[in-house]
C-alpha cells in the first residue's frame, strides 16, 4: 500500500502563490498517475488536475494557467504550483495515486488544508 503524506498547504493572501508537496513512500515513476483534488467546506471533492507517467498534465478549467503540476520521480514526490491564488480556492487538498495497469490499487493523503484570505 503506497502511503501518501501532502505538505505545504497554509494561510495566504488572495493573489498570492504555494507550492503543495507529496511525498509517497514507494517509487512511483512508471506505476501511477498522480492527481490533486481539493474539496471546500459542504462540497464534493473535485479533481484539480493530474500528471501521467509521461508527465502529461490535465487541468480543472478554473485553474488553468494558474497552477502547474509536476512530479520528480526520483524523489517520489509530486507538486502543486499555485499562483495568483482567489479565494475560491480555498479547500483541502488531496494528493492521488491510480497505477496504471491494476484500477484497484488507488490512494489518497490525509489532506492539507489551503486558505486563501486577506
Known amino acids: 500500500q503506497v502511503q501518501l503524506v501532502e505538505s505545504g498547504g497554509g494561510l495566504v493572501q488572495p493573489g498570492g502563490s504555494l507550492r503543495l508537496s507529496c511525498g509517497a513512500s514507494?517509487?512511483?515513476?512508471?506505476?501511477?498517475?498522480m492527481g490533486w483534488y481539493r474539496q471546500a467546506p459542504g462540497k464534493q471533492r473535485d479533481l484539480v488536475g493530474t500528471?501521467?507517467?509521461?508527465?502529461?498534465?490535465n487541468y480543472e478549467d478554473s485553474v488553468k494557467g494558474r497552477f502547474t503540476i509536476s512530479r520528480d520521480n526520483a524523489k517520489n514526490t509530486v507538486y502543486l504550483q499555485m499562483n495568483n491564488l482567489k479565494p475560491e480556492d480555498t479547500a483541502v487538498y488531496y494528493c492521488?495515486?491510480?497505477?496504471?495497469?491494476?484500477?484497484?490499487?488507488?490512494?489518497w493523503g490525509q489532506g492539507t488544508q489551503v486558505t486563501v484570505s486577506s
Open positions: 514507494e517509487s512511483i515513476g512508471n506505476r501511477y498517475t
Open positions: 500528471i501521467t507517467i509521461g508527465g502529461s498534465t
Open positions: 492521488n495515486a491510480k497505477h496504471v495497469l491494476f484500477r484497484n490499487r488507488e490512494y
